[in-house]
């Protein structure tokens, strides 16, 4: 899936199939065909419990002129979640009352919805992480293993847990402030990942450094105004928004700088080897 930002009107996410070389998306089409007066983003699809395949999104006012009256729900962003039917077409969307999901001028974001123990789940944090459940009890779980890994910088989900059998693989961003060759501050984005044990009692492995990091050596988009003129620069951003194991292999989707998209594909042994045990 990828999504577009028009200068002051709503945008839209597109879903279509990848091809098998990777290199390009086939039927391409918009997954909410009717006219609407609101901004979707962020797009993760997922399967449920019931093995149907559905999509989560971020909802809000951002890119459109829409009633931006403060006491709006959606002015503020918030997660949708919608059931894709067979043409590909999100339909029945809810607003999951997790977190302040349901209140006025509270943003929310980074969730990410999985399958577990025959329900659905939804990793809503990872500092701390924290995962909530259809039926389940709320899990809540100390990660300030990885301050040393990100140094205490804002800290969000990337991608679902990954079931591995023996334990769940997850990935997170950071972000945090540095500045280019010429002094010009910018925002950089960073990837790692973690692993827990099954029940999420306990962080078991980190990786000790970031494995992506955004760079201005790829385009980075510049915002204007409506004459043209510079204003600010979009993150030097990398963001992995699904995951999976495909025998041996670790299929990741990823965004770079809002402006491209692409498919990293790596031997899971490439990831595995690089975590290290937590005392």
Same mark, same amino acid.
């Given at each position: 899936m990828k999504y577009f930002y028009l200068n002051g009107r709503p945008n839209d996410i597109y879903i279509g199939m990848l091809s098998p070389d990777d290199a390009s998306i086939i039927g391409t089409k918009k997954l909410r065909s009717k006219k609407h007066r609101l901004s979707y983003e962020d797009p993760r699809l /997922? #399967?449920?419990p019931d093995d149907g395949l559905y999509v989560q999104f971020v909802t809000s006012t951002y890119a459109s002129r829409y009633d931006k009256h403060?006491? #709006?729900l959606f002015n503020q962003p918030k997660?949708?979640?919608c059931w894709v039917n067979d043409? /590909?077409?999100a339909v029945h969307s809810a607003t999951p009352p997790i977190g302040?999901? *349901?209140h006025p001028g509270k943003a929310e974001k980074n969730w990410c919805f999985f399958p577990r123990n025959g329900e659905l789940a939804c990793l809503y944090s990872t500092r701390p992480l924290i995962v909530e459940s259809e039926r389940t009890p709320r899990i809540e779980l100390n990660t300030d293993v990885l301050d040393q890994v990100t140094k205490g910088a804002p800290t969000?989900?990337?991608t679902a847990p990954i079931d591995l059998g023996y334990g769940y693989l997850i990935f997170y961003h950071w972000k945090h402030t540095t500045f280019s060759e010429n002094g010009k501050?910018? *925002?950089i984005y960073r990837v790692s990942a973690y692993m827990v044990d099954k029940d999420f009692t306990k962080v078991t492995y980190i990786i000790p450094e970031s494995i992506f990091t955004g760079s201005l050596e790829d385009r980075v988009i510049e915002w204007t105004d409506l004459m043209g003129n510079p204003v600010s620069n979009q993150p030097a951003v990398i963001l992995p928004f699904g995951a999976y194991v495909e025998g041996t292999e670790l299929v990741m989707s990823?965004?770079?700088n809002d402006a491209f998209m692409g498919v990293f594909r790596t031997p899971l042994e490439n990831i595995m080897k690089r975590l290290k045990k937590v005392d």
């Open positions: /997922f #399967k449920g403060t006491d #709006k997660v949708s979640v043409n /590909f077409e302040e999901n *349901l969000f989900n990337s501050p910018y *925002l990823l965004g770079v």
